[in-house]
C-alpha cells in the first residue's frame, strides 16, 4: 500500500473554560494504517478525537483531510467526509435489530409510496457482516446481542456510511479476550481493504498486537509518535506518564490472618450454583472467569443488591443475614460496582456528597448533619487517595475517569469496610491511576481488609491476586494459588466447559 | 493534567471569583447568579419592577399583603413537591388532596368537633393519602404519575361523595382566625408558610433524610448500592407532600369560610410551575426550597399582574400554562447543555 497521508492535523488548539485540552497537537495518520493514540485521562485523546468526528470545534490549527484542507462542522459533516467515529458506550438503539441500527436515519426505500425498503436493509446489513467475516443475525435486536456483536454491529454502521477512517475509543473495554482477538482480525481484514484506524485504547498490549504507529499525548500535547515495533511498553509508559512506573502491580507481601468471610453453598436459581468460598484477613482474592460467568452476580448477592435462593454467609465466625446493600455495609462489606457512571456515583452531585454517602448516618445527630466533621473526612479522603480535583463542590461528573473511580473507593473506605469487593476497578483508566489503585489496595490488605477482586484484566488478576478462583456458569471451576497460577491455566479454567460443549 | 489559564493582570489587582474588580456592579450581578437561585431571583425582581410600573396598585400594602397570602397556600405544598421532584418523581394528587381533606375539616367542625381535633384529622388524612401514594410507587411500582393520578381521582371523587356537591358551612370564629386573621400586618397564612418553608429548607438541606433525596434523584441504583433506604425515603417524601397539602387545605376552607368539593382544583399545576421555575429540575437531583419560594412568589405575582391588568380569567389559564411551558422548557434546555 502506498504510503499516503490520509489525514493531517496541523497545530491543533482546543480550550474549555480554565483548561487548555489540546495546545498545538500535529499528527499525521497514514492511509490502512492502525494509528494508536495513548495517554492518560486528561491527555485530551479524546478531545482530538471529538474534533475529528465533528462533535467538537477547534480553536485554532488546521485539518487536511485526503490533501485537501476541511473544517469539519458537525458529526454529520465528518460522516458525509468518510470519517465515523465508534464510542465507547455504543450509539445503538438497544430495541432495534442489527440491521436497522445499521442504516439508521439512512434507510433505502420502496418504490411504494417511499416505505423503508426492510428486505433490503436486512440483505445489505448481512453483506457487510459477511465482509466483515462476522456471523450475526442481524434481525435480532441490539439488546439481544453480546457487547462484541454490538460492537461489530457499530463497525458495520460506519463501513455502510462508506468510511475509510475510523476511530475507535476504547473498543476493548468491554470484551473478553476472544472476543477481541475477532475484532483484531476484522480490523486487519479492513486494513487490507485501505480502511484507516485510529485505536485510542489503554489497554498497552494490546495496543502493541494491532497498531502500526504508536503516538503518545500527555497534557494536551504530542509527545511523540513512532513506529510500534521500535517501541517498547515501557517506552510508552515513560512517554505518557513522564517517569518510569517501576511495577505496574505493586503487590506487598501481607500476612495472611484467619477467615473472615465464609460462604457456604451460595445459590441464586438460574445465575449462581452452589458456591462456597472463604476470604482471610489481609487476603487478595481474584476472581478470574469469561464475560457472563457469574463473577458479578456473585458479588452482588454476597453484597445484597440481589436475593439469595439458598446458601449462608458468615462474617468473622457469625452467620449474617444480607438482604440488602444496607444488611451487607452493617456487616462491614463495600462494594465498588463495575460501572461507577451507573452504579457507584451521583454524576450531578458533588464530590463530597459522593464521597460521604455511605457513612452519612455517623456524621449526624438525630438526622442533621454535622457539616464540619463532614467536610474534615471529605478532605482527609481527598489527600488520602490523592484524588485530583477542584474541590469538595466539584462535580463528579467533571472528573476524569480514574479520579471518578477514587471517588467511589473514598466512599467505601470511609466506612472502614472489613472487606471490600472491588469489580472491575480499573476499567477505562489510564496508567497512572491503575496504579495508584493497586497500590492503594496492597495498603488496605496490609491493614488487614480482605479483598475480593473481578477483573477481565487477567494480567491484573495474575499481578494482584494471592490466590484466584475461577468462575463459569454460575460455579466455581478452577482455583489456584499466587504461585501456581499462570495466563494459560487460568484461560484455560474459565473456558474449559464451554470450550468442550462448543466441540460437541 | 492539563494545563489550568491563567489570568492575565490577576496578581496585580484585586478580584473576585470570576475574574470582576470588586465593588462594580458586574461583579455584584455575578456573585448573586453565583446562587442557584440567582438567576430566577434576578427574573423575580425584574417583573416586580416592570409591574410597579406598569400599574399603581402593585406596590401597595393591601395588594401585597393579597399576594403573598394567596401564594402562601401554593408555597406550602410547593415544600413537598419540591422534594417528590428532587427525586425524579410526581405527585398529581396535591389538588384533590386539598379539596378532600378540606371537606373532611369542614364536615367534623360542622358537626360539632372541636377545631383541634377537626385539623388534626385533616392532617392525619393528608398524610395518609399520601402515605398511599408512596406505597403505591415503593411497594407496587407504579409510576408516580400513574399512582397520584390514580389517587388525583379517588380523593376528588371522595370529596364529591362527603359533600354530594353542597358546600359546607359556616365554621366556627376561631377557626376562620387560620385563613383570614392577622398578627400584626401579616396575615397568619403567611407565618404558616413561612414555618413550614424553615421546616422544609432545614430537613431539606440538613438532615441525612434531605440528603439522600438528592442522591436519590440523581441515581437510584447508586443510592441503594450505597446503603440508602430507598424505599423509605421516597415514601416519606409523598408522605410529606400530603402532610402539607392538607395544612394548605386547613388555611384555604378557613380563608373562604366554607369547604366545597372542589376545592384545590388544578392547584397541581401551580405548585408543579412554582417548583420548576424555582430551579427544581423534572429530571431529580437538585432543587432548593428557597428556588421554590421564589417559583411560588413568581407565580403568585404572575397572577396578580393578570388581575391588576383587568386581563379576562379565561385567559389567565392560558397565560399560566405558558408560564408552566416556558418554565419546563428553560429546565431542558439546561439541563441539555450541562450533558454536553
Avoid at chain 2, 235 to 260: E, H, K, P
Wanted: glycine share 10%; net charge neutral.
Amino acid at each position: 500500500m502506498a504510503e499516503e497521508i490520509i489525514l493531517e492535523v496541523r497545530n491543533i488548539s482546543k480550550s474549555f473554560p480554565g483548561v487548555r485540552a489540546l495546545s498545538n497537537v500535529s499528527l499525521s495518520i497514514k492511509r490502512g494504517e492502525v494509528h494508536a493514540l495513548v495517554g492518560e485521562n486528561g491527555a485530551g485523546k479524546s478531545t482530538l478525537m471529538k474534533i475529528l468526528a465533528g462533535a467538537y470545534t477547534k480553536d485554532s490549527g488546521e485539518i487536511i483531510l485526503r490533501g485537501k484542507p476541511v473544517e469539519i462542522e458537525s458529526p454529520a459533516h465528518a460522516q458525509s467526509l468518510g470519517i465515523a467515529i465508534i464510542y465507547q458506550e455504543f450509539n445503538l438503539a438497544p430495541h432495534l435489530s442489527a440491521a436497522a441500527n445499521i442504516f439508521i436515519g439512512r434507510e433505502p426505500r420502496s418504490k411504494f409510496f417511499n416505505f423503508i425498503d426492510n428486505r433490503r436493509i436486512r440483505q445489505d446489513a448481512q453483506a457487510i457482516m459477511s465482509e466483515l467475516g462476522v456471523d450475526i443475525d442481524v434481525s435480532r435486536p441490539v439488546r439481544d446481542l453480546n457487547v462484541a456483536q454490538q460492537q461489530s454491529t457499530e463497525i458495520a454502521k460506519a463501513l455502510s456510511m462508506n468510511a475509510d477512517l475510523i476511530i475507535m475509543d476504547e473498543p476493548t473495554s468491554a470484551l473478553a479476550e476472544a472476543e477481541v482477538a475477532v475484532l483484531f482480525d476484522v480490523i486487519r481484514r479492513l486494513k487490507a481493504k485501505g480502511i484507516t484506524f485510529i485505536y485510542i485504547s489503554h489497554n498497552l498490549e494490546e495496543v502493541f498486537q494491532i497498531s502500526d504507529r504508536i503516538s503518545v499525548l500527555r497534557d494536551g500535547q504530542l509527545i511523540g509518535t513512532n513506529e510500534t515495533a521500535k517501541l517498547d511498553a515501557r517506552e510508552v509508559v515513560r512517554m505518557m506518564v513522564g517517569r518510569t512506573l517501576d511495577d505496574m502491580f505493586p503487590k506487598p507481601k501481607v500476612d495472611i490472618g484467619g477467615p473472615l468471610l465464609e460462604v457456604k453453598n451460595l445459590s441464586r436459581r438460574g445465575v449462581i450454583r452452589d458456591v462456597s468460598f472463604t476470604l482471610h484477613r489481609g487476603e487478595i482474592l481474584g476472581i478470574a472467569g469469561l464475560l457472563g460467568a457469574g463473577r458479578t452476580e456473585l458479588m452482588r448477592c454476597i453484597f445484597g443488591a440481589d436475593r439469595i435462593t439458598s446458601g449462608e454467609i458468615w462474617m468473622e465466625g457469625k452467620r449474617v443475614d444480607i438482604r440488602s446493600p444496607r444488611d451487607a455495609i452493617a456487616a462491614g462489606i463495600g462494594f465498588v460496582p463495575e460501572d461507577r457512571k451507573q452504579q457507584g456515583l451521583f454524576l450531578s452531585l458533588a464530590m463530597r456528597i459522593n464521597a460521604s454517602a455511605v457513612i452519612l448516618p455517623t456524621l449526624a445527630r438525630w438526622g442533621l448533619i454535622n457539616r464540619q466533621q463532614e467536610k474534615k473526612l471529605v478532605s482527609e479522603s481527598i489527600a488520602a487517595l490523592q484524588i485530583k480535583t477542584a474541590g469538595q463542590e466539584q462535580i463528579v461528573r467533571d472528573l476524569s475517569g480514574g479520579n471518578q473511580q477514587k471517588v467511589v473507593l473514598a466512599k467505601w473506605l470511609a466506612i472502614k469496610p472489613k472487606v471490600l469487593i472491588l469489580d472491575d476497578p480499573t476499567r477505562g483508566i489510564d496508567v497512572g491511576a491503575k496504579v495508584a489503585i493497586h497500590t492503594l489496595m496492597g495498603e488496605f490488605a496490609r491493614q488487614g481488609v480482605g479483598i475480593i477482586l473481578i477483573s477481565s484484566e487477567l494480567p491484573e488478576v495474575l499481578g494482584m491476586s494471592d490466590r484466584i478462583i475461577v468462575m463459569d456458569e454460575g460455579a466455581i471451576c478452577g482455583e489456584f494459588s499466587r504461585e501456581e497460577a499462570t495466563h494459560e491455566k487460568v484461560m484455560l479454567a474459565a473456558a474449559g466447559n464451554r470450550a468442550q460443549r462448543e466441540a460437541v | 493534567m492539563a494545563q489550568k489559564l491563567s489570568k492575565p493582570g490577576s496578581e496585580n489587582s484585586e478580584r473576585t471569583d470570576t475574574g470582576e474588580r470588586p465593588g462594580s456592579l458586574s461583579s455584584a450581578a455575578k456573585n448573586i447568579l453565583a446562587f442557584k437561585e440567582g438567576g430566577i431571583l434576578i427574573v423575580f425582581l425584574l417583573a416586580c419592577l416592570v409591574l410597579s410600573i406598569v400599574s399603581p396598585y402593585f406596590l401597595t400594602v393591601d395588594n401585597l399583603t393579597n399576594v403573598v397570602r394567596q401564594f402562601s397556600m401554593t408555597a406550602i405544598i410547593a415544600v413537598g413537591m419540591t422534594m417528590v421532584i428532587i427525586t425524579a418523581g410526581i405527585d398529581l394528587s396535591v389538588g384533590s388532596i386539598v379539596g378532600f381533606t378540606g371537606c373532611v375539616v369542614g364536615w367534623m367542625l360542622v358537626d360539632g368537633y372541636t377545631v383541634w381535633f377537626s385539623i388534626f384529622i385533616g392532617l392525619l388524612l393528608g398524610t395518609l393519602v399520601g402515605f398511599i401514594n408512596g406505597s403505591l410507587i415503593v411497594w407496587i411500582g407504579l409510576p408516580p404519575f400513574i399512582a397520584t393520578l390514580g389517587t388525583m381521582g379517588i380523593a376528588r371523587g371522595l370529596a364529591l361523595v362527603i359533600t354530594r356537591g353542597y358546600p359546607i358551612q359556616p365554621f366556627p370564629e376561631d377557626f376562620l382566625y387560620i385563613g383570614q386573621g392577622y398578627i400584626g400586618p401579616i396575615p397568619v397564612p403567611v407565618f404558616i408558610m413561612l414555618g413550614v418553608l424553615i421546616l422544609g429548607h432545614i430537613f431539606l438541606s440538613r438532615t441525612t433524610y434531605g440528603r439522600y433525596l438528592y442522591c436519590i434523584g440523581s441515581n437510584p441504583t447508586a443510592a441503594r448500592l450505597s446503603g440508602i433506604n430507598v424505599r423509605k425515603i421516597l415514601l416519606m417524601a409523598y408522605t410529606i407532600t400530603g402532610f402539607v397539602s392538607a395544612i394548605s387545605a386547613v388555611i384555604l376552607i378557613a380563608r373562604l369560610s366554607s369547604a366545597q368539593a372542589d376545592n384545590g382544583t388544578g392547584w397541581e399545576l401551580d405548585v408543579i410551575a412554582a417548583t420548576v421555575i424555582g430551579g427544581t429540575s423534572l429530571a431529580g437531583g437538585e432543587g432548593t426550597i428557597v428556588g421554590t419560594l421564589i417559583g411560588a412568589a413568581m407565580m403568585g405575582v404572575i397572577r396578580n399582574a393578570l388581575v391588576l391588568l383587568r386581563v379576562s380569567v379565561y385567559w389567565q389559564t392560558v397565560v399560566i400554562g405558558l408560564v408552566i411551558v416556558a418554565a419546563v422548557s428553560l429546565d431542558v434546555l439546561r439541563q441539555r447543555s450541562k450533558a454536553i
